[in-house]
């Protein structure tokens, strides 16, 4: 419900209220009294109630609740081929029995279906599919504790860390397609030109109709239910490939969606959700959706446009991120510090547009550092259901590993580890690895330039805001961005000689949760955008539109001298349109008007072609 919604209904409310007790007041019977202040009541309850919202009663299965606690998955053995292997990383226990690997022609049978789906819901109404979302609006609301235990227990994540990621934001983009979808889908009227100045113009958006999308581990919610929810509401059905490594989620998810579709009355096969590794991807990309999402590492990205080449898919790629975060001389530590430390640590480190390098003035550096001590050293890391735990494990095999050599060759060239710093130091029993700050940081070490993806917090010592903004440029990559000032003139002034595709200003990754706003970078990060306006509208096919404006008497007709065959004056004609509608003064649009005049009135005989 939008803002002006609720006014609305207020003022509704106290206005028939107000005339309510008039009317109660001049009334001498007592009986009648009575009547008419419980119809006002029944009135107000009727005015005040909550939408009429289907309620899904989606469980988990008692596999699902339980997992199998006595068996451990080693991912260091060889991974299976023709199956996913599905286990927490926090304490390495299987959660369920593996999960298929899908063959191409399987995903190709499930696109088939999903396109079946999409040609009957291309034709439903808006409000029809609103009604969608705020059925999932309400399961969203009233199961978030369960939707937080699953996605933990499939990435790693905290509680906390999995209400930020994959609740919240879930809900602001369903309020925002609510609120604001149906206005930036409807046709928009553009100008016509001055020589079609009869004609009206405008731009339509049609559902492309098979969405497909490749998504990550590191939200199992969020990125299914982000793709799903804008496609849907722009008409388009969705087949969904979700990561190998966050697989167990989606088949209570997966439940979900299609309780929702049921509720509704929406076709079953709309949402289909792939499991399994590149055949399955390949064939995603290549089996005839009609654009494909791809949200994942630039090598594999560049692996889906190769792919996405020989079909002339149209894809969309958010690729890796390594997002500066620029604290200026003058920036409020108390402000500042708390959001360091969710830039870097949130979900452990996981994140596209997590904060990688930290760009610190030196006149606040060492303040700046030892404020971001006193909290790091007393981050606890645990399994992430656990009570009190700010960090989780990681969620893909072997990545721990690789965040310790880039600190491992961060402290050979010179850099200082002031707190974690090494696998040892991380919780037991999972993939975790600790918490880390880092300082001395320079851009001829790794960690400056590859994408950590994982909980450290890395400094590098500046001497003004001109060095801060050339080294936060001087990365291939450009997805997000942070400045914090003072100044807010300042900031934005900086942030304007950004390369990268977002930028908050006293903020961490803010843009995420204005909506309205497009995601996505630039250089390594990839191109093109999902999310805000920009995003929804990618889910659509833009098409142009002119139709005569006043088609009763006024429509379009070859002029005679441009009729087959054209007359000799046929060119002195097109010469004379273009001085008459184009002419930059107003002698040259005279000179334009009795040209064409002459070509109405003279023989066409009297001009040559070359006139």
Known sequence: VSVDDVTNGAMTVFHYANRAFVTVRSIESTTQRWGVIAIVALLLRWLTAPPSVPKLNVRLTEEE???????????????????????????????????????????????AKAAAAQKIWAKSSFAKRRELLRVIQRFILEEQD?????????SGKPLVDAAFGEVLVTLEKIRWLCNEGEHWLKPEYRSSGAMMFYKKARVEYHPVGVMGAIVPWNYPFHNVFNPLVANLFAGNALVVKVSEYASWSSQYYGRVIDAALEAVGAPKDLVQIITGYGEAGNALVTGGVQKLVFVGSTGIGRKVMEAAAKTLTPVVLELGGKDPFIVCADANLNQVVPMALRGAFQSCGQNCAGAERFYVHEKIHD???????????????????????????????????????????????GATVHVGGSIELGAKGGQFYPPTVISGITHDMRIAREEVFGPVLAIVKTKSDEESIALANDCDFGLGSNIFTRSTRRAEKLGAQLEAGMTSINDFCSTYMAQSLPFGGVKE??????????????????????????????????????????????????????????GMTFGQRFGGIVALAKCFLLPSKTYTKYD
């Open 65 to 111: 609740e339980n997992g199998y606690p006595d068996e451990r998955f080693d991912p260091s053995k060889n991974w299976p081929t023709t199956s996913v292997p599905c286990y927490d990383p926090g304490n390495m226990t299987k959660l369920c029995a593996d999960m298929p690997a899908m063959r191409a022609d399987e995903v190709k049978e499930r696109i």
């Open 146 to 154: 369960t939707i937080c235990r699953v996605s933990a227990r499939d």
């Open 367 to 413: 303040k700046f550092l030892a404020k971001v001590l006193e909290s790091a050293k007393q981050l606890r890391q645990g399994w992430a259901l656990n009570a009190s735990v700010d960090c989780g494990a990681m969620c893909m095999p072997k990545q721990a590993q690789y965040v310790q050599s880039l600190i491992d060759d961060a402290v050979k060239r």
């Open 525 to 582: 990060s990839g191109f093109d955008r999902f999310a805000g306006i920009e995003g929804l509208r990618g889910c659509c096919v833009p098409k142009s539109v002119v139709v005569d404006r006043f088609p009763l008497i006024m429509n379009t007709n070859i002029p005679p001298p441009l009729c087959y065959p054209v007359a000799d004056n046929a060119f002195v004609f097109c010469k004379a349109l273009s001085r008459m509608f184009f």
